[in-house]
């Protein structure tokens, strides 16, 4: 039968050791700054005795910021503590730009209109629903765990097939008196349809969220994505392009955002010791600040690289029947974080686990994301409306299949991996 083989490679385990699953091909490895100069940072860091809050953490917060051309760029522990704190934060600056309006601070004017209904649709009572945030499904578990953890309701919204992005008519067609947010994300590294949805929330009132967890890398006409929405939130994670370990970055241009951020980071204390309201300890240590800040300058190079790879993929599989590749919008260079492709199960003759098993048996590593969808997961499943449907996205956890990308990865190793599956094509 076409696709046995050994049972699917995990989805989550510790890649310290690459053969422990028998994998040559590992499905990642991080991209970072040389050791010798990675050592001598760490030991400038250990005789400063600064081990977090110190010149790294700001040095890369101005580089960012720099980057990306926004006001505030915040660095935190991990993309999914930034997004946590993202939507506490949104609350508490609802209030604080509303009553600060008329004072001629630049963030306002921005930011009032799209938080005007944040804090009233969350706080009105206990009694009423709770506020919702739409989302599309076909995203990482991390978007939606951010939303619930604040208490506000996911509601789940299809896809595009062809970017695998947001479907921004989806989100339109579920805006509803409850809506606080809308929440979108660069699938992949692949540019969200920014304009589109910042033209939504201006017409709503209604503050856009971006997970741009994949978002180093890619650009859009030209600028790095980050400054679009009210806020785009980094993840620097070692499957990144531009990692620190462990880290995110949180980019707006809303002073009073940025201000509850940084607040929430520090456990919701302004530095007088009252805590504001019950924050966490969100910090990036200075050691992962000093490898995402010397990564930076990798960053142009590293995303270069793999948009040849994955050029060098679309080249060898183009022809094969039943394999799609992930389109981008016109001015939109992806990250390519991920290069993803879909199987047609009916002509390639095979489903994607079965393709999985085929290249894990030759010590290949995969990965099918996003299977299941944010919607059917445990955790999320019971804030799903089921005689909503999410075809596209059904499809897209069915058939996504993400290849090895990165540092490791070369001409050859595209060459190996595009034979192997243009061999189990043949062999069906
Ligand atoms: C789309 C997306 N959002 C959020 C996250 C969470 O990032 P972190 O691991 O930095 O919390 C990830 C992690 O890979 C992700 O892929």
């Given at each position: 039968m076409p696709g046995e083989g050994p049972p699917l490679i995990p989805e989550y385990h510790d890649s310290g050791d690459p053969n422990r699953y028998g994998i040559r091909v590992p499905f990642v490895r991080p991209a970072l700054p040389a050791a010798e100069t990675i050592a001598r940072m760490a030991a400038e860091v250990i005789q400063s005795g600064r081990l977090t809050k110190g010149p790294y953490c700001e040095r890369l917060e101005a580089a960012v910021a720099r980057r990306l051309g926004v006001r505030h760029a915040v660095a935190v522990s991990s993309c999914t503590v930034g997004l946590m704190l993202v939507y506490r934060a949104l609350d508490l600056a609802a209030g604080s730009c509303r009553s600060r309006r008329?004072?001629?601070?630049?963030?306002e004017v921005a930011a009032f209109d799209a938080l005007s209904r944040f804090g009233v649709a969350k706080t009105a009572s206990r009694s009423e629903p709770l506020g919702e945030v739409i989302i599309p499904s076909f995203t990482f578990l991390a978007a939606p765990a951010a939303i619930v953890w604040n208490n506000l309701r996911p509601v789940f919204v299809d896809a595009e097939?062809?970017?695998?992005?947001?479907s921004v008519a989806a989100v339109r067609a579920a805006i509803t008196p409850r809506t606080v947010a809308i929440a979108a994300c660069h699938n992949f590294g692949n540019p969200c349809d920014i304009a589109a949805l910042e033209a939504l929330t201006q017409e709503y009132n209604l503050p856009l969220v971006v997970d741009a967890a994949h978002g180093f890398g890619a650009s859009l006409h030209g600028r790095p994505v980050g400054?679009?929405?009210?806020v785009e939130v980094f993840s620097l994670s070692p499957t990144k392009l531009l990692v620190a370990g462990e880290g995110g970055i949180v980019a707006t241009d809303c002073d009073c955002l940025a201000h509850f951020v940084r607040m929430g980071r520090e456990y919701?204390?302004?530095?007088?010791?009252?805590?504001?309201f019950p924050g966490v300890n969100g910090r990036m240590p200075e050691m992962s600040a000093a490898i995402a800040l010397e990564g930076l300058s990798l960053l142009d190079d590293i995303s270069a690289d793999r948009n040849r790879l994955a050029r060098a993929y679309r080249d060898e599989l183009g022809d094969l029947p039943g394999i799609g590749f992930t389109q981008t919008m016109p001015g939109a260079v992806s990250s390519y974080k991920d290069f993803s492709i879909t199987v047609d199960p009916t002509r390639f003759g095979m489903t994607r686990d079965g393709l999985r098993r085929v290249l894990a048996a030759q010590g290949i590593e995969t990965r099918a994301y996003y299977n299941p969808p944010c919607h059917r997961q445990t955790a999320f499943e019971h804030f799903h409306d089921r005689s909503k449907p999410l075809p596209v996205t059904e499809m897209l956890s069915a058939r996504s299949l993400a290849l090895p990308i990165g540092a490791h990865v070369d001409a050859a190793v595209v060459r190996e991996v595009c034979d192997v599956i243009a061999n189990a094509k043949q062999a069906v």
């Open positions: 008329g004072s001629g601070d630049p963030c097939p062809d970017t695998t992005n947001v400054a679009g929405g009210t919701g204390n302004d530095g007088s010791y009252d805590a504001l």
